[in-house]
C-alpha cells in the first residue's frame, strides 16, 4: 500500500490518526479535546499499528497472574494497574482506528466509537494519577499491546471489532473489574478498589453498545454465530472472567443463552 496522507487539519479524523499515531506520551495519555468537524466526504485511512513512545518498552516473557494475597505489595499493585492503564490506552486507540478505518458504517456508530474513546482516556487517567501516588508512574514498567494484537486484522468487519473488542475483550472486562475490586478492597487499597469499581461501572455502557451493533451488523447476538468471528487463537474463554459478572453483563444485554453458553465453554466443549 502506497503511504496515505493524513486526514484533513481540523476533523475528528485527523485527531484521531495523531492520537494514534503518536510517539509522545503525553498526547497518549492526555490528547486535546476532538474537534466538531468531521471529514467531507469521509474516506478510509489506515493505520496498520500505533505509535509507541520510547517510555513504553514491550514486554517479550510471558507474565503470571497477580495473587490475590501478592496485592498487599504496593508494587504489585502498581504491575496490574500499570497493565489495566496499557488496556485502557489500547482500547482508546482502537476506538480512533476503528472510527479511521469504517468511514462507511453508520454515523452513529461512529460517534458513538469517539465517545467511548474519551471514555477510555478518561479511565486511564484515573489509574494513572493513582500509580503515581504508588510510586510507579505509568511508563515505568513494560507493556504488551496484546489487544493490538488481536483485534486489527487484514479482512476485519465492523461486526469482527465489536465482536472482538466489545462484545468479547470488553465484556470479560466486566468480570475480571469486579473480582479486581475485591482483590484491592482485601489489599488495603480503597482508592484503588474505588477506581476499578467506576470503571466497571462505566464498562457496562460499552459492551452494551457492541451489543447493539453486532445485533444491528449480524441481525442477533447467538452464541455460535459470535464465536465464529472470533480469530484464531482466541476462544470464548479468553474473553470472559470467573467468576462472570452475570449482574452487569445482564444489565449490558447479554442473552441468558449466550452467558450460559459461554459460562460452558472450556468445559462441555474444550478449548478447542
Known sequence: MSEQHPPPEGTVERWAWDFVSSTSLETKLAPPPPPSTWATPSQRWVLNAPGRPPELVQRTERKKAARPGALKDPAKRAEVLHTFLHHELQAAELMAWALLNFPDTPEPFRRGLLGICRDELRHLQLYRAHLVTLGHPFGTMPVKDWF?????????????????????????????????????????????????????????????????????????????????????????????GTPLNLEARRRAGYPEAFLDALAAWGTSHGER
Open 148 to 240: 493490538w494484537e488481536r483485534v486489527p486484522g487484514e479482512s476485519i468487519t465492523p461486526q469482527h471489532f465489536v465482536a472482538r473488542l466489545g462484545v468479547g475483550f470488553e465484556g470479560g472486562n466486566l468480570d475480571h473489574g469486579a473480582r479486581f475490586t475485591a482483590y484491592f478492597a482485601s489489599a488495603g487499597d480503597p482508592r484503588a478498589a474505588e477506581i476499578q469499581a467506576q470503571i466497571t461501572e462505566e464498562e457496562i455502557a460499552h459492551a452494551s453498545f457492541a451489543i447493539h451493533w453486532f445485533r444491528a451488523f449480524t441481525g442477533g447476538l447467538d452464541f455460535e454465530t459470535w464465536r465464529t468471528f472470533l480469530p484464531e487463537p482466541i476462544t470464548p474463554s479468553m474473553t470472559r
